[in-house]
Structures are given as structure tokens and as C-alpha cells.
């Protein structure tokens, strides 16, 4: 079946390093992608998103690549801050999400 | 303008007793999702409802599990015969259109912690 696999955490990083949360997918057909992020103690929110292969998802400075011949949808940005500490979740589908297990990330200052 | 309400926030019942989830979802979004977040097993889809279609029932994980949307809005997940394993938090989401090859952003809603004692 369709599933989602993403880098497993914690991670912890210091403000203003490069941040890279891999994401692979397997899948029937080629999914929508998403990335989704659950501040502390908020709901679970969209981040970015890409409908077909080479689209570029981005938001708030991250962003993600579809990649079909990797089948992977990495999550970076240039320069983290405290504010992105979160649980980070990689996603598939289009109504049936599929998720993976989430990267809980931590930016010390 | 208003997002996904879920109530209660907290839920604490007894093994074997019934509860009842709420979902308000955001207002004129046809499509309506119900996931669950746990430890052990992560997020996971449970329903989906789409406008007047029978919803996809396909996550459900036994029979104890039902869901219904009122008048295409409002739902409710109920959960019979509560055991342990059914702690988690239940995620409600809703979106614009849903419905075959439409990609659409799914708003979360807070959920609601179940504690099954």
C-alpha cells in the first residue's frame, strides 16, 4: 500500500543552520505531496504542497521538491529560527492522507 | 473567518463505556475527514465524507467505529465499547471541495484527546 517515510528525529539545530528532513514516498500513480507542521500546542497545519512531478512547494522560507524519479519530497531551509521549532509531518494522497511518523525539530538560539 | 471546531478538547471515559466526537468544520466546505494521532501508530485517515456521497469508510479500524454528518455539515464520530487501545487524539479536518482528482488544502481542526481508562 501507499506509504510515507520520513527522517526520524528529534533533531536539534542552532539558529540560522541549514535544515534538510528527508521524505520518501511509495505510491500507486504519482500523489500529491505535502508538508504539513504542528507547533506546540496548535493543530496541525499546512505548510507547503505539490501536485505533480517538479513542482516546487514553499512557504515561510522552506521548501520541498517533487521528485518522482526519487519518489522523495525533502523539506529544507536556509536559515532556521527558534520560531520553526515544531513536529513536522510529510504527507501523501489527495482525501486520504498518509502520513509519516513526524520530526519533532528543536532550534536552540 | 471561523476554523475546524472539535468538542470536547479532553475526553477521559471508562473502558467499555460509548463516547461521542464533534466536528464543526469551516463553513461551505463540502468535504469533511476524521484521522487519528497516536503514539504507536501515528496519523492515520479514518472516514471521509464528501458532499452527498456515501463516505469512504475504509480506515475505520472495527466496527465499534461510526461517523455521521449532519446536513452536510456538523459530525460526529462515535466510538462503542471504548477499550484502551482507542486512546489518542481524533483530528477532524474539512475542505473546500474534496471529491475524484481535486487536491484540495485540508484545514485541521484541534482534535480531541481521548483517554480510555
Known amino acids: 500500500g501507499n506509504s510515507v517515510t520520513q527522517m526520524e528525529g528529534p533533531v536539534t539545530l542552532s539558529e540560522e543552520a541549514f535544515l534538510t528532513i528527508n521524505c520518501t514516498y511509495t505510491a500507486t500513480g504519482y500523489p500529491s505531496l505535502f508538508w504539513y507542521v504542528q507547533y506546540p500546542g496548535e493543530g496541525l497545519q499546512l505548510l507547503l504542497k505539490?501536485?505533480?512531478?517538479?513542482d516546487k512547494g514553499s512557504n515561510k522560507g522552506f521548501e520541498a521538491t517533487y521528485r518522482k524519479e526519487t519518489t522523495s519530497f525533502h523539506l529544507e531551509k536556509g536559515s532556521v529560527q527558534v520560531s520553526d521549532s515544531a513536529v513536522y509531518f510529510c504527507?501523501?494522497?489527495?482525501?486520504?492522507?498518509?502520513f509519516g511518523q513526524g520530526t519533532r525539530l528543536t532550534i536552540n538560539p | 473567518g471561523a476554523g475546524v471546531s472539535q468538542s470536547p478538547s479532553n475526553k477521559v471515559t471508562e473502558k467499555g463505556k460509548d463516547v461521542e466526537l464533534r466536528c464543526d468544520p469551516i463553513?461551505?466546505?463540502?468535504?469533511l475527514y476524521w484521522y487519528r494521532q497516536s503514539l504507536g501508530q501515528g496519523l492515520e485517515f479514518l472516514i471521509y465524507f464528501q458532499g452527498n456521497s456515501a463516505p469512504d469508510k475504509s480506515g475505520l479500524p472495527s466496527d465499534r467505529f461510526s461517523a455521521e454528518r449532519t446536513g452536510g455539515s456538523v459530525s460526529t464520530l462515535t466510538i462503542q465499547r471504548t477499550q484502551q487501545e482507542d486512546s489518542a487524539v481524533y483530528l477532524c479536518?474539512?475542505?473546500?471541495?474534496?471529491?475524484?482528482?481535486?487536491?484540495?488544502?485540508?484545514?485541521f481542526g484541534p482534535g480531541t484527546r481521548l483517554t480510555v481508562l
Open positions: 505539490a501536485t505533480k512531478a517538479d
Open positions: 504527507a501523501q494522497g489527495a482525501q486520504k492522507l498518509v
Open positions: 479536518a474539512s475542505s473546500p471541495q474534496g471529491g475524484p482528482g481535486i487536491t484540495d488544502t485540508q484545514y
Open positions: 463553513s461551505g466546505h463540502t468535504a
